[in-house]
């Protein structure tokens, strides 16, 4: 059995000590105030010269006679603090008699009252509401529960009780109870006690023996001791966690979340995930519920105004920081495109300011990317493919089973795909040989003539040697008129040194010309040159050397335009930066941007995209995000191929029944171009990005003119204003083919991460048929 040294953890502490940190120090203790000695992070304010008299009076003038001032009830309520709210409510009573919260709810409606009325509350009674509503009806609101419970601390807790007990007469514990179980229920009542520790003195021994217990409990047991990931979790202090999470990585080679996801399922997987999330970082988590609730088609209205709500005195400024720098647009932007009306005017209020107005990065964001580039340098991570060498392989029997599937009239597609997505590559080629050797014929050019379209590119990529698919669709990439840029960039920038050079001899081989010439004859500037020099495939494979790093991390700073004092040329840098990028090792790129940070206080990737553009641009990031993680490069690269099915189509489906209209939406409408079925749900209304488009007035969809409503929803697909084209079959079929027996499963694990929907969801709602079934059985199965 493994077993951890003390040394090791000794390390781990001097590291810590001198490393960045974004939330320890300034994540407050209470729902009111910062804890003492730390800077006040919150977008509202104590308002100076505060009057709760005239407050009140100013708020019954304008809910007085009909109708009612909404924007100077807005303008009053989020320029006061909390505690000058409760202070207004207790005037208001005394001036008039009346309840100001309960007029309130009458003058308003809709997102905007609950927004209003949630700002009313005092925090514990505001959460207490929210998770009365939760375990409320038919159902539980599983989500909000994880949500609070996960990120409140000790006081919070215990203020949370005692609310919930006033204002409704019952106990929490109690109601939680009865309305969740198993081991969910367990953690949720761990968290509810408010007992987790708090001194910042940490055991080296403990941290040793917890990580020691929590992977025996999981990685090495037969079965998952949850209990033991209960305990740890729910009861140890965040400082003790976060060292805990490290040391995990550096021994077993793989993240908690990864032991978590392997181990854990359902509810109880969410929410032990949250409360990892929230001991690294309590603002990156709500950063990401945010982005979460506002992404894609319609918004999580209640997730977004409980955030809102709970985070404006406690930390949105770091929220907003790190939405800032991990989605590379400011909270503000984001919810200002995404509301409208007094509620969008009030959310932003409680914003406090638009990051992207700027132009800059903030410094508690970088230290966030430098803690990333941290756990990319010790990440000891498996890649895993889906698919596998088939046991008891028998090619003679797979080359007859295919030989009769595509013999006679018409061909059993379903056992194509069912024998070459089962076979690892190598297995393939015998099967090729095996065919040719049985039946005299050229098994590529039988599936050529049997099968056709995605499907035909998919299963002949499959049958293809890796370099030489590779080989292929360079070519591809670069004949005819116009050039792939972005397959380029995605292969070059991410083989490996012998991928590389396997692929130079098929390429030779197969086209009789050198891959640099292709290049040198389809490519110019420095575009052309950062591709010769990675396609040369000599990137140095050592580890890090760190007075080179910072050497390297100089010129970085000094070409990206952010050093201090320039100190040679900028030809002369162009080159030396093209050169680190496409020539040192990934562990020294890794120490090089950790020095960059340092340096200038910048996340290189973020800098590059500011400062550079076009393929240079391109080709650079995606060098960096290969270094970085080269799995959650290519889930990135699978979901933007389609990203229109998951983001914007695949929600409409359960809006729109038969009751409603004379034919329901499927989920991939522009998968299958069914522009009747658009017209339809523009017709009712159900779609916001439709009522965006003037073109496609209700009148047009109205009759029963079918051509008239496919022409009017066709204009919706046109143009960078319309719903998208949908999906990019080749980058997804490239992607597809390429990863599955190196890194597949890595693939789906970063994608269901990220996105919140396995890639296998991905697939299904975006394709149809056999190309359908061919992808999801490459996929391997569903997360």
Same mark, same amino acid.
């Given at each position: 059995?493994?077993?951890?040294?003390?040394?090791?953890v000794?390390?781990?502490?001097?590291?810590?000590?001198?490393?960045?940190?974004?939330?320890?120090?300034?994540?407050?203790?209470t729902?009111?105030?910062?804890?003492?000695?730390?800077?006040?992070?919150?977008?509202i304010?104590?308002?100076?010269?505060?009057?709760?008299?005239?407050?009140?009076?100013?708020?019954?003038?304008?809910?007085?006679?009909?109708?009612?001032?909404?924007?100077?009830?807005?303008?009053?309520?989020?320029?006061?603090s909390?505690?000058?709210?409760?202070?207004?409510?207790?005037?208001?009573?005394?001036?008039?008699?009346?309840?100001?919260?309960?007029?309130?709810?009458?003058?308003?409606?809709?997102?905007?009252?609950?927004?209003?009325?949630?700002?009313?509350r005092?925090?514990?009674?505001?959460?207490?509401?929210?998770?009365?509503?939760?375990?409320?009806?038919?159902?539980?609101?599983?989500?909000?529960?994880?949500?609070?419970?996960a990120?409140?601390?000790?006081?919070?807790?215990?203020?949370?009780v +005692?609310?919930?007990?006033?204002?409704?007469?019952?106990?929490?514990?109690?109601?939680?109870?009865?309305?969740?179980?198993?081991?969910?229920?367990?953690?949720?009542?761990?968290?509810?006690?408010?007992?987790?520790?708090?001194d910042?003195?940490? @055991?080296?021994?403990?941290?040793q023996?917890?990580?020691?217990?929590?992977?025996?409990?999981?990685?090495?047991?037969?079965?998952?001791?949850?209990?033991?990931?209960?305990?740890?979790?729910?009861?140890?202090?965040?400082?003790?966690?976060?060292?805990?999470?490290?040391?995990?990585?550096?021994?077993?080679?793989?993240?908690?979340?990864? @032991?978590?996801?392997?181990?854990?399922?359902?509810d109880?997987?969410?929410?032990?995930?949250?409360?990892?999330?929230?001991?690294?970082?309590? #603002?990156?988590?709500?950063?990401?519920?945010?982005?979460?609730?506002?992404?894609?088609?319609?918004?999580?209205?209640?997730?977004?105004?409980?955030?809102?709500?709970?985070?404006?005195?406690?930390?949105?400024?770091?929220?907003?920081?790190?939405?800032?720098?991990?989605?590379?647009?400011?909270?503000?932007?984001?919810?200002?495109?995404?509301?409208?009306?007094?509620?969008k005017?009030?959310?932003?209020?409680?914003?406090?300011?638009?990051?992207?107005?700027?132009?800059?990065?903030?410094?508690?964001?970088?230290?966030?990317?430098?803690?990333?580039?941290?756990?990319?340098?010790?990440?000891?991570?498996?890649?895993?493919?889906?698919?596998?060498?088939a046991?008891?392989?028998?090619?003679?029997?797979?080359?007859?089973?295919?030989?009769k +599937?595509?013999?006679?009239?018409?061909?059993?597609?379903?056992?194509?795909?069912?024998?070459?997505?089962?076979?690892?590559?190598?297995?393939?080629?015998?099967? %090729?040989?095996?065919?040719?050797?049985?039946?005299?014929?050229?098994?590529?050019?039988?599936?050529?003539?049997?099968?056709?379209?995605?499907?035909?590119?998919?299963?002949?990529?499959l049958?293809?040697?890796?370099?030489?698919?590779?080989?292929?669709?360079?070519?591809?990439?670069?004949?005819?008129?116009?050039?792939?840029?972005?397959?380029?960039?995605?292969?070059?920038?991410?083989?490996?040194?012998?991928?590389?050079?396997?692929?130079?001899?098929?390429?030779?081989?197969?086209?009789?010309?050198?891959?640099?010439?292709?290049?040198?004859?389809?490519?110019?500037?420095?575009?052309? %040159?950062?591709?010769?020099?990675l396609?040369?495939?000599?990137?140095?494979?050592?580890?890090?050397?760190?007075d080179?790093?910072?050497?390297?991390?100089?010129?970085?700073?000094?070409?990206l335009?952010?050093?201090?004092?320039?100190?040679?040329?900028?030809?002369?840098?162009?080159?030396?930066?093209?050169?680190?990028?496409?020539?040192r090792?990934?562990?020294?790129?890794?120490?090089?941007?950790?020095?960059?940070?340092?340096?200038?206080?910048?996340?290189?990737?973020?800098?590059?995209?500011?400062?550079?553009s076009?393929?240079?641009?391109?080709?650079?990031?995606?060098?960096?995000?290969?270094?970085?993680?080269?799995?959650l490069?290519?889930?990135?690269?699978?979901?933007?191929?389609?990203?229109?099915?998951?983001?914007?189509?695949?929600?409409?489906?359960?809006?729109?029944? #038969?009751?409603?209209?004379?034919?329901?939406?499927?989920g991939?409408?522009?998968?299958h171009?069914?522009?009747?079925?658009?017209?339809?749900?523009?017709?009712?209304?159900?779609?916001?990005?439709?009522?965006?488009?003037?073109?496609?007035? %209700?009148?047009?969809? +109205?009759?029963?003119?079918?051509? +008239?409503?496919?022409?009017?929803?066709?204009?919706?697909?046109?143009?960078?204003?319309?719903?998208?084209a949908?999906?990019?079959?080749?980058?997804?079929?490239?992607?597809?083919?390429?990863?599955?027996?190196?890194?597949?499963?890595?693939?789906? %694990?970063?994608?269901?991460?990220?996105?919140?929907?396995?890639?296998?969801?991905?697939i299904?709602?975006?394709?149809?048929?056999?190309?359908?079934?061919?992808?999801?059985?490459?996929?391997?199965?569903?997360?």
């Open positions: 059995m493994k077993r951890l040294g003390a040394a090791g000794g390390a781990l502490f001097l590291a810590r000590q001198a490393s960045l940190r974004v939330d320890s120090a300034a994540e407050p203790e729902m009111a105030k910062p804890a003492q000695g730390a800077k006040y992070r919150g977008s304010h104590d308002f100076p010269g505060f009057d709760p008299n005239q407050d009140a009076e100013a708020l019954y003038t304008a809910m007085k006679g009909f109708g009612s001032d909404k924007e100077a009830i807005l303008d009053i309520i989020t320029s006061r909390n505690r000058q709210r409760q202070e207004v409510c207790q005037s208001y009573k005394s001036l008039y008699g009346k309840d100001l919260i309960d007029n309130l709810k009458y003058e308003l409606t809709g997102k905007f009252e609950r927004l209003i009325v949630g700002l009313m005092p925090p514990a009674y505001c959460d207490a509401k929210e998770i009365k509503d939760a375990i409320s009806g038919i159902g539980t609101d599983e989500k909000c529960l994880i949500e609070i419970l990120s409140r601390t000790n006081e919070q807790m215990h203020q949370l +005692a609310a919930y007990k006033d204002a409704y007469e019952r106990d929490l514990e109690a109601d939680i109870i009865g309305d969740t179980s198993g081991h969910f229920q367990k953690m949720l009542v761990v968290l509810l006690q408010g007992t987790r520790e708090e910042d003195v940490v @055991s080296e021994d403990l941290v023996q917890d990580v020691q217990d929590l992977y025996e409990a999981g990685e090495l047991k037969w079965g998952t001791d949850e209990a033991q990931f209960i305990y740890i979790l729910g009861n140890r202090s965040k400082q003790h966690l976060r060292l805990v999470f490290d040391e995990y990585l550096k021994t077993t080679g793989k993240p908690i979340e990864a @032991s978590i996801r392997g181990e854990l399922s359902g109880f997987e969410k929410l032990m995930l949250a409360v990892v999330k929230c001991v690294r970082s309590t #603002p990156e988590y709500f950063a990401e519920r945010l982005f979460k609730a506002m992404k894609g088609l319609g918004t999580r209205d209640n997730t977004l105004i409980r955030i809102m709500v709970s985070r404006s005195e406690l930390d949105m400024l770091d929220i907003r920081e790190i939405f800032r720098t991990k989605y590379e647009k400011s909270l503000y932007s984001m919810i200002k495109n995404d509301t409208s009306g007094e509620y005017k009030t959310l932003l209020k409680l914003c406090g300011g638009d990051d992207d107005a700027a132009g800059q990065f903030f410094p508690e964001a970088a230290q966030v990317a430098y803690r990333m580039w941290e756990l990319s340098a010790v990440a000891r991570v498996e890649l895993k493919g889906t698919v596998r060498p046991n008891d392989f028998n090619p003679d029997a797979d080359a007859k089973a295919l030989r +599937a595509m013999k006679g009239i018409g061909t059993d597609e379903d056992t194509i795909i069912d024998i070459i997505t089962h076979r690892s590559n190598a297995q393939r080629q015998q099967i %090729r040989q095996t065919f040719k050797s049985h039946f005299g014929r050229d098994l590529m050019a039988d599936l050529k003539s049997e099968i056709s379209g995605d499907l035909a590119r998919l299963i002949l990529g049958m293809m040697p890796p370099a030489h698919y590779d080989a292929k669709q360079l070519k591809k990439a670069m004949e005819g008129a116009g050039t792939d840029e972005k397959a380029l960039i995605e292969i070059l920038a991410t083989r490996t040194n012998a991928e590389i050079q396997a692929i130079n001899e098929a390429y030779k081989e197969d086209y009789h010309k050198s891959l640099e010439d292709a290049i040198s004859s389809d490519t110019s500037g420095h575009f052309k %040159r950062i591709l010769i020099s396609a040369t495939g000599n990137r140095e494979e050592g580890g890090e050397n760190l080179q790093a910072r050497e390297d991390a100089q010129v970085a700073a000094e070409i335009e952010i050093a201090d004092t320039p100190s040679g040329d900028k030809t002369s840098l162009e080159t030396r930066f093209m050169t680190i990028l496409c020539t090792s990934y562990p020294h790129l890794r120490r090089v941007f950790q020095e960059f940070i340092k340096m200038t206080n910048y996340d290189v990737e973020h800098t590059i995209k500011k400062e550079m076009g393929d240079v641009r391109d080709t650079f990031v995606a060098i960096v995000q290969s270094v970085k993680n080269k799995p490069f290519f889930a990135d690269k699978l979901y933007k191929s389609m990203k229109d099915g998951i983001s914007q189509l695949g929600v409409i489906s359960p809006t729109i029944m #038969p009751t409603r209209g004379y034919l329901a939406i499927s991939h409408i522009f998968g171009h069914n522009l009747e079925s658009v017209a339809t749900s523009i017709w009712w209304g159900e779609s916001r990005d439709a009522a965006e488009h003037p073109q496609c007035t %209700r009148q047009a969809c +109205a009759t029963r003119n079918y051509p +008239a409503r496919k022409a009017k929803a066709e204009k919706c697909t046109q143009g960078p204003q319309g719903w998208g949908g999906t990019d079959e080749k980058t997804l079929t490239r992607i597809m083919v390429s990863r599955s027996e190196i890194d597949l499963l890595n693939i789906r %694990r970063e994608f269901i991460e990220k996105y919140d929907k396995s890639l296998h969801q991905a299904e709602g975006d394709t149809s048929g056999d190309f359908l079934k061919a992808l999801l059985a490459l996929c391997g199965g569903e997360d």
